[in-house]
């Protein structure tokens, strides 16, 4: 291997490094319409999850007061379905920080092959 692409290699934490991940981002100037959606994704799963929770806990504040067995059966209905709106919103929510993850480490993997690419290519020019 020639030392010109491995002396090249920085820090992960190098402030340059980050730099020039941004900039190389900004130029390739990808479509991000899926990213809204992420965001709403994340904002509708996390609001779903906050009124299960509190679904939930309204139907078993509700049936300390209750004595009929069909009064406590609705109310443990109802916690259930909190529960399950509780859950639906969590997976909601994961799923849209995981995409923005995933959409990240994809864009990373994108840019960094491209400089290594540009690397070798650099290497086989300057060896000719």
Do not use: C, Y
């Not at 779903?48 to 109310?75: C, E, F, K, Q, T």
């Not at 639906?88 to 690419?117: I, K, M, N």
């Amino acid at each position: 291997m020639s030392s010109s692409i491995t002396s090249s290699a920085e820090p992960a934490h190098s402030g340059k490094r980050g730099a020039a991940f941004a900039d190389a981002v900004a130029e390739k100037s990808l479509k991000a319409d899926g990213v809204a959606r992420d965001g709403v994704t994340r904002a509708a799963g996390l609001a779903l999850a906050v009124v299960g929770i509190v679904l939930a806990l309204l139907a078993w504040i509700n049936s300390n007061g209750l004595s009929d067995g069909r009064d406590i059966a609705s109310m443990q209905i109802l916690a259930i379905v909190g529960v399950a709106v509780t859950v639906l919103g969590s997976g909601l929510f994961v799923a849209g920080v995981v995409a923005r993850v995933l959409r990240l480490w994809l864009l990373r993997q994108l840019v960094e092959s491209q400089d290594r690419a540009d690397q070798l290519a650099a290497a086989l020019a300057a060896r000719d």
